[in-house]
Nanobody, 132 residues
Framework: QLQLVESGGGLVQPGGSLRLSCAAS????????IGWFRQVPGKEREGVSC????????DYADSVKGRFTISKDSAKNTVYLQMNGLEREDTAVYFC?????????????????????????WGQGTQVTVSS
């Protein structure tokens, strides 16, 4: 069964950078689109970015566009989220998830309900805290 493990989170000052990793085991990520999501206590999970199976198409939430970059290394079966220019509002637990649904396109920016229907496999999350 596909398993995902996030890493790379931590404490960083505003304006700093972090690179999150989503390492997969049990199945190749080439079969899945991968999304990054984040969640703050008391708020719904929101889509941050996603990448298609080939790695050739990506999408970003407006709040992170221009600051975050998603990429994948198929040889390492890992997807990354490079986060630059971090802001306090980026503080959250970040999750990666694998899209096993049938929506014909990238789906991480769909409504929470629709995204939940698409993403079947989730990691445990990694904490990102942006604070001075």
């Amino acid at each position: 069964q596909l398993q995902l493990v996030e890493s790379g989170g931590g404490l960083v000052q505003p304006g700093g950078s972090l690179r999150l990793s989503c390492a997969a085991s049990g199945w190749t990520l080439d079969y899945f689109a991968i999304g990054w999501f984040r969640q703050v206590p008391g708020k719904e999970r929101e889509g941050v970015s996603c990448i298609d199976r080939s790695g050739g198409s990506t999408d970003y939430a407006d709040s992170v566009k221009g600051r975050f970059t998603i990429s994948k290394d198929s040889a390492k079966n890992t997807v990354y989220l490079q986060m630059n220019g971090l802001e306090r509002e980026d503080t959250a637990v970040y999750f990666c998830a694998a899209d096993a649904g049938t929506y014909p396109g990238l789906s991480c920016l769909l409504s929470t309900e629709d995204a939940e229907d698409e993403y079947a496999y989730w990691g445990q999350g990694t904490q990102v805290t942006v604070s001075s």
